[in-house]
Structures are given as structure tokens and as C-alpha cells.
């Protein structure tokens, strides 16, 4: 094998810019860390509920007459803002975070924790990037995978729900915010589960270390807090529940499901008697905080060791 | 454009409390460079300052002219070759060299073709469809080679990039670092610890003991200041111990060692090397002593370096 055997054109094209670059980050990550059969496993295993609410609905528009359906898709299902809201409690409740809590961990714990171990950062380092970009890079393919436990199952039910529930255009004008709302609640949960992903991932060389630690700080305080509160009746202690102050921030962001419905009760009992807009500021300054760490990290990272 | 590519002034790097780098005040000449010294002199822990990866202690660095720390500006015009054989054990050697182009700045459409140009240059393009898990250490080390090539920096650091290699691929190495030197007028820091490696590439040189710039420049101006002090000269002849009588005569003569494990060897320290070597010739003639081989340690470049080192 020789060098040489053509000649060397050397590349004379202009090079992009910053967000160019961190979207190339991003994008090689998402590749890496979204790939292969456990991915696909824990993406519809994760999906339970959200999978189930819309297979009830293809079901029900496919085997039940019209009118049938249309009622009890109106008694059952009520409004698509309702509806998406018992799913993402489903999901987020003390009981259930664990699924999608290990759907982030497992694949987002190595985005950091992997190129370290590899001494990878010596490769992204030398290029004409900042840790900066580096981290920017990193989060948002953080949240383009925790996104498929979040927003792309939730759409994924709302265009079902328009499309089979017999929903009329002015109906579907009125519930159109409720796409935005999901995403903004998507947004919140992505925004705080990645921003603490990423900082054990930038905690350790060891990728399962780092994801193991997430899980235990998300999960336990749920699940304990939970137990605790059905013997001392403490409000309060919600706001040490990740799923409670989920539950009150996405309950802010729907509104107040309407409480006379069959659904509307069943709300009810993910109740939470904590305020959501204190909720929503904790779980945001928690994710700035540790996207704070996490570049505080990267930039006193000695690669070299 | 300055003579010199690099600049550094006092650099201090500290591990906690061991110092990797201890106010080293260089200049690096353009053109092909070896950064010598063995390991834990601190060659690492320089190219990684050099390279951003790494923030100094205290001091100052500069690449042609520009503060190096935080600054993507002036990483547009380096590659890095990293030491490490681990990458990314996934992908093909292709898509590997095409993701760093991308994140280097060049187009999608372009860093394909970029990374194919990169990998031809280092003759890889054979193997460049294959997943790096199948490369072979020489492989490994011209893919680095390749993404560190592939956005055409003007400065290349090339941590230990002949390690591992067989005799044919380094010889192959060796001539494509030449060629991207002296044809396409890179600059390039290459650092290595074994000093024959180095000295196939280049006679410039900077050596590094205990992190301290302990010697720069020309191979030959290296060899003067050598010259200061001791020189060994090894002889073989079946007279040694009439070779060694007759030497003791002589006062720049500094020892004279019989090798133990042969019969026909001995090791002379000089401190005026071409003075003896005049002299010796008189001496094999006049005193009918056969010597059948001479050869001088101190010509090699690992003799330079272990002589420079040994004084601090």
C-alpha cells in the first residue's frame, strides 16, 4: 500500500459557522447514542401508555359505528387537552417515571462519559470549537432523544385524536394550542432531564456510573416522598417529588383539566396541592443549575489526565 | 508571517501538586519539528496546551501570534493527531474522517469529499468503507493522520504518530510527513520518545526533560554544544588492553571502560572528540593495533538526548 497515489487536493472551500458545527455535534451524538435494538426496545417500552391511548383510538374509530364511537370517544377521551394530559401523567406519575427516567439515562448517561473514556474530546478539542459549542452540542442531542418520550409520542397521539375522534375544524382551532402546550411541557421535562443527564455524563468516565446516579436522584425522591406523604399529609413535601412538580408544572402549562368528566376525575388523581409556577421555576433553575456544572465541567476538564 | 510558529513564555502546568510543564519559554521554527524527551517530560501535556485541550497554569502560549485557549478561531489552522488508539471504534474509517470535517466547519456536501482526499493522502482508501474496530495500529494512526489533515490546517501536532507502526508503513509515514512539510509548507510539531524516529523526519529539534525546554535547534548545533562536554566513542579490536595503556597517556582522556559481556570491546569518554579521533589513527598505525570497528553513541540522536537529560 503506498502513499500518494493520487495527487493531495487540499479542501479550499469556505468553513461554516458556529451553529454549524454544534449542530454537526449534535447530530453525530444523536446517531451514536440513538442507535441499535435497546433503543428501539426502550423507546416503545417507555411508550406504554401514550402507545395504548392510540391504539384504543385507531380500535374504537376502526370497529365501533359512528356514533358509538363519537360518544364514547367524547365521554371517554372528553377534549385532546385532556386526554394527552392523563397521558403524560401516566408516564410522569411517582409510579411510572421510572420508565422514561431509564429511557434518558440509558441512552443520553455515555454523550459525555463515553468521549471521555475514549479520549474522544482530544478529537472534538482540536477542532476549531469551543467547550461551549462542545456542551451545546451535546444538550441538544440530549434533548432530541429525550424527545421520543416526550413530544414525538405525544404528537404522534394529538394527530391521532384530531384525526380519528371526528374532531371538526373550528374544533381543531380550539384545541390547536394544545400542540404548543405539549411542546412547551416537553420542553420543561426534556430541559430538566437531560440538563441532569448531562451532568453526571460530564461527572464520569463511566457511562453506566453516571446513568445509574441519574436514576437514583430522579426515581427515589418520587417514590419515597410519595410513600412518606400518605403518612404525614405534608403538601410541602411534593416539592422534593420530581413527578409531583412535573404533574403541577404541565398541569400550569394545560390549564385545569375540567373536573366533571369521567377523565376530569380521574385528574384529579394525580391532584397535587403544590404551586405550579413554583414548580416550573424549581425544575428550570435545577436544569440551569446543572448546565451550569456540566460546562463548568467540560472547561476544567484535564483530557490529558 | 514570524519565523516561528509557537511561542510560549514561562508556561507552568501543574497536576495537582506534580508540575508536567515548568516555565518553559520556547520559540518553534516553521517548517517540520521534533519535540523530543522521554515519557513524563511533558510533551503531552505541551501539544494538549497547544492544542486547547488542556488550560495552562500560569505563562502564556501563543500560535502564530494568538492565544490558543478558547480561541476556535485559531484552531481553524491546526490538525491534531492524537496519541490515543482508541476512536470511534463504530464507524468506518470514511464516516469518522467525514463527521470531524463537519464539525471542523466543512460543508455536508463537501466534507465527503474532503475525508476521501484526506484518506487517499495517507493511503488508506482501501480500508476507508471498513468500521475502525477492524484497523490495525499503522491503520489507526493514518486515519488520525487523515482527520487531523482534512480541513488543511497550516499547523499540524503529531503526538507519537510513528508508535505502533510497521517498518514499511513509518517508512510511508515518514515520507508523507516530509512531504507535507517541505511540499506543502505545513508546519508540524511531531513528539515522540524514541529519538530515531524523529531524526528520520527531521534534523530541528526541541527537547523536553521534566518539562523544560532543555535544548532547541538544529541537529548539528545540538552536536556543538554537546561537543562542550564528554564524548563516548566504542571501539572493537582483539588489543584493547594495549589500546587502553597506551590512551591513559593521554589528558583529554577522560575514562576508558572494558566491555564485560565481550572480549573485544571498550567505551572512551572524551571531552575532544576530534582531537582523538586524529590521534587514534596515528595510534592503530604506529602501534599496529587492528581496529575493526568504531562508532560514536554520541552520533545518534538517543545519545544526544540522554546526554542532555542526564544533566538536569
Known amino acids: ?305 | 508571517m514570524k519565523s516561528y510558529f509557537i511561542e510560549t513564555y514561562d508556561l507552568n502546568k501543574w497536576y495537582k501538586e506534580v508540575m508536567a510543564l515548568n516555565k518553559l519559554t520556547i520559540k518553534v521554527d516553521r517548517g517540520i519539528v521534533g519535540l523530543l524527551g522521554p515519557n513524563g517530560a511533558g510533551k503531552s501535556t505541551f501539544l494538549n496546551i497547544a492544542t486547547a485541550q488542556l488550560r495552562q497554569s500560569s505563562g502564556e502560549i501563543y500560535l502564530e501570534g494568538q492565544e490558543v485557549w478558547n480561541n476556535p478561531g485559531i484552531l481553524k489552522n491546526i490538525g491534531f493527531c492524537p496519541e490515543q488508539e482508541k476512536l470511534f471504534e463504530w464507524m468506518t474509517g470514511r464516516k469518522f474522517v467525514r463527521e470531524l470535517a463537519q464539525i471542523s466547519g466543512i460543508p455536508r456536501e463537501a466534507a465527503n469529499q474532503a475525508a476521501i482526499e484526506a484518506i487517499e493522502l495517507v493511503g488508506l482508501q482501501d480500508a476507508m468503507d471498513r468500521p475502525i474496530k477492524g484497523y490495525s495500529k499503522g491503520m489507526r494512526q493514518r486515519i488520525k493522520l487523515a482527520q487531523a489533515l482534512v480541513h488543511d490546517p497550516q499547523i499540524l501536532f503529531l503526538d507519537e504518530p510513528l508508535q505502533s507502526t510497521d517498518p514499511i508503513v513509518r517508512r510511508e509515514l515518514v515520507t508523507l510527513i516530509q512531504k507535507l512539510g517541505r511540499e506543502f509548507g505545513k508546519d508540524i510539531l511531531i513528539s515522540s520518545h524514541i529519538l530515531h524516529e524523529v531524526e528520520r523526519v527531521t534534523s530541528n529539534i526541541l527537547l523536553v526533560y521534566a518539562g523544560r525546554a532543555i535544548a532547541q535547534g538544529n541537529l548539528s548545533v545540538i552536536r556543538d554544544l554537546m561537543d562542550k562536554f564528554p564524548h563516548t566513542i566504542r571501539i572493537k579490536t582483539p588489543q584493547r588492553k594495549e589500546l587502553a595503556q597506551i590512551l591513559f597517556d593521554y589528558d583529554y582522556i577522560l575514562s576508558i571502560e572494558l566491555d564485560h559481556l565481550t572480549d573485544d570491546y571498550m567505551s572512551i569518554r572524551t571531552k575532544k572528540p576530534d582531537e582523538f579521533y586524529q590521534m587514534i589513527t596515528k595510534i592503530a598505525i604506529e602501534s599496529n593495533i587492528a581496529i575493526s570497528e568504531m562508532t560514536s553513541p554520541d552520533a545518534n540522536l538517543e545519545s544526544v538526548f540522554s546526554y542532555l537529560t542526564r544533566r538536569w
Open chain 1, 1 to 305: 500500500m503506498s502513499v500518494f497515489d493520487r495527487s493531495y487536493r487540499t479542501y479550499e472551500g469556505e468553513l461554516k459557522g458556529r451553529w454549524y458545527k454544534i449542530w454537526a455535534i449534535a447530530k453525530s451524538t444523536f446517531r451514536v447514542q440513538f442507535s441499535g435494538k435497546k433503543a428501539i426496545f426502550l423507546m416503545i417500552f417507555c411508550n406504554l401508555p401514550v402507545l395504548a391511548f392510540t391504539l384504543m383510538l385507531v380500535f374504537m374509530a376502526i370497529f365501533l359505528p359512528a356514533g358509538v364511537g363519537n360518544l364514547v370517544l367524547g365521554e371517554l377521551f372528553e377534549s385532546l387537552d385532556l386526554a394527552l394530559y392523563l397521558i403524560i401523567m401516566f408516564s410522569f406519575n411517582a409510579g411510572s417515571i421510572f420508565m422514561p427516567t431509564v429511557f434518558i439515562a440509558a441512552l443520553n448517561s455515555g454523550t459525555i462519559s463515553n468521549d471521555k473514556k475514549h479520549n474522544a474530546l482530544a478529537l472534538y478539542m482540536a477542532k476549531p470549537i469551543d467547550r461551549l459549542d462542545y456542551g451545546i452540542g451535546k444538550f441538544i442531542s440530549v434533548m432530541m432523544v429525550s424527545s421520543f418520550v416526550t413530544y414525538i409520542p405525544w404528537f404522534m397521539f394529538m394527530v391521532s385524536f384530531t384525526l380519528l375522534a371526528g374532531v371538526s375544524g373550528a374544533e381543531f382551532l380550539q384545541t390547536f394550542w394544545v400542540y404548543f402546550a405539549a411542546f412547551g411541557a416537553a420542553m420543561v421535562i426534556n430541559l430538566f432531564f437531560g440538563s441532569i443527564t448531562l451532568l453526571f455524563s460530564s461527572m464520569t468516565k463511566q457511562s453506566i456510573l453516571g446513568g445509574i446516579l441519574m436514576i437514583l436522584i430522579i426515581f427515589l425522591p418520587s417514590v419515597i416522598l410519595n410513600s412518606v406523604n400518605m403518612i404525614f399529609q405534608q403538601n410541602w413535601l411534593n416539592y422534593f417529588s420530581v413527578s409531583s412538580l412535573i404533574a403541577s408544572s404541565v398541569y400550569v402549562l394545560f390549564g385545569k383539566p375540567s373536573a366533571g368528566s369521567l377523565l376530569g376525575e380521574a385528574a384529579n388523581f394525580f391532584g397535587f396541592n403544590i404551586n405550579g409556577w413554583v414548580s416550573l421555576a424549581i425544575l428550570i433553575l435545577i436544569s440551569i443549575l446543572a448546565l451550569l456544572l456540566t460546562i463548568r465541567n467540560l472547561y476544567k476538564e484535564d483530557i490529558s489526565g
